[in-house]
């Protein structure tokens, strides 16, 4: 790989377009699930409520809701499919989005 001199850190402002800077913290604001191609369906009748789906989700897209199931929030969800895989009982099926 071709390494590139830089005689000084720059300045957000003068990164190239296609970089994304932000505060600290704001990935609460970013809502970065809109351009997945599909999304996770929880069949809840055969959850086990194990949680692992929500350990393994990269983007933090569930969380612990009622009665130890756990949400889905597709505000941040990229449709990766991981929580699908790693379910202990292949209770989530990837669907694809309507366009
Ligand atoms: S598809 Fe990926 S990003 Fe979406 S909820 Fe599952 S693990 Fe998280
Ligand atoms: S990983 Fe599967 S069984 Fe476990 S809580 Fe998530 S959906 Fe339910």
Excluded: F
């Amino acid at each position: 790989m071709a390494k590139k001199k830089v005689d000084a850190v720059l300045a957000w402002r003068d990164l190239e377009l296609g970089m994304a800077i932000t505060d600290p913290g704001s990935s609460a604001q970013l809502k970065t699930g809109d351009w997945r191609s599909q999304h996770p369906v929880v069949d809840h009748e055969k959850c086990i409520k194990c949680g692992l789906c929500w350990i393994y989700c990269p983007d933090m897209a569930y969380s612990p809701g009622k009665e130890g199931y756990y949400d889905w929030n597709g505000d941040y969800c990229k449709g990766c499919g991981i929580c699908a895989s790693e379910c202990p009982k292949g209770v989530i099926t990837m669907v694809m989005e309507e366009e």
